[in-house]
């Protein structure tokens, strides 16, 4: 759930991520991770946006995983082979506070091959760089902070400001959620909007989270549950399907029993 939700944002708001992570307000568009290699490859946390002359890969993650590294340089060797010509800049992002060592490696080392990478701890990025853009609002709750209440206080305000009610309305939704990593479902609650986005949403997610750790069929049935949820609030379908994982084709259907 919270890597979709990160896609979304990335895909939704790509110059943001740019001058974010490029430091320029590159335009920038998907790249399909089907582009870069005739076998299947993992793509849950997976983010490739390109333009003529970078390919920006992202990784979100919530925990550490050993595999990382090589999944970044097996990325990278992909990238280089469908566009030789490219820079590539690869992050990965971790979203959690966490003391494992496996967030502080930005190296993959085989004899005598090392492949660089970057890594983003966002509990130690400054807060401000998260309050300039619509789609870098849902970060600056997990930014290093001392008070993740007020910070809340102040990414509402600034959603509030938002004139477009369709892009105030999934930052909200994406805020609510990533919000409840860090603070209590009250917390957020009380704080975000709920015009914008029903208080239910974030208990139907953080009730989706635990039962994925379940058999798979109940976080199925949880992720529906949230869909529903956001249908309810007006989201387009489409939206829907980005940010629960759902296929299109569900989200309908959900959409048609929902009335």
């Known amino acids: 759930m919270f890597d979709n939700i990160c896609k979304f944002?990335?895909?939704?708001?790509?110059?943001?991520f740019a001058t974010?992570?490029?430091g320029e307000p590159i335009a920038l568009t998907e790249l399909s991770p089907s582009e870069l290699s005739l076998e299947p490859i993992r793509a849950d946390s997976l983010i490739l946006l390109q333009s003529e002359d970078v390919v920006l890969h992202l990784e979100f993650q919530t925990q550490p995983k050993r595999d990382i590294p090589f999944r970044m340089i097996d990325?990278?060797?992909r990238v280089y082979r469908r566009f030789p010509h490219r820079q590539t800049r690869q992050v990965v992002v971790y979203l959690q506070p966490t003391t494992s060592d496996l967030v502080q490696q930005t190296t993959f080392t085989l004899e005598n091959t090392c492949h660089?990478?970057?890594?983003?701890?966002l509990w130690e990025q400054p807060t401000p760089d998260f309050l300039q853009a619509p789609g870098l609002l849902p970060f600056a709750?997990?930014?290093?902070t001392d008070d993740r209440v007020g910070t809340l206080r102040q990414v509402a305000q600034a959603i509030s400001q938002i004139?477009?009610?369709?892009?105030?309305?999934?930052?909200?939704?994406?805020?609510?959620?990533?919000?409840?990593?860090i603070l209590e479902a009250e917390a957020i609650?009380?704080?975000l909007r709920r015009d914008v986005m029903q208080e239910s949403v974030t208990y139907q997610v953080i009730k989706a989270e635990g039962k994925a750790e379940g058999k798979a069929e109940g976080s199925q049935e949880a992720?529906?549950?949230?869909?529903?949820n956001l249908l309810r609030e007006g989201m387009e379908i489409s939206v829907v399907s980005r940010l629960t994982g759902l296929s299109i084709e569900q989200v309908q259907l959900l959409a048609q029993a929902a009335g």
């Open 9 to 16: 944002l990335a895909e939704t708001f790509p110059t943001d």
């Open 189 to 191: 609650q009380q704080i």
């Open 116 to 121: 660089n990478f970057e890594v983003i701890r």
């Open 163 to 181: 004139s477009d009610p369709r892009t105030q309305s999934n930052v909200a939704a994406s805020t609510f959620i990533l919000a409840g990593l």
């Open 141 to 144: 709750v997990l930014s290093e």
């Open 75 to 77: 990325y990278r060797l």
């Open 223 to 228: 992720l529906q549950q949230v869909a529903m």
């Open 20 to 22: 974010w992570l490029l």
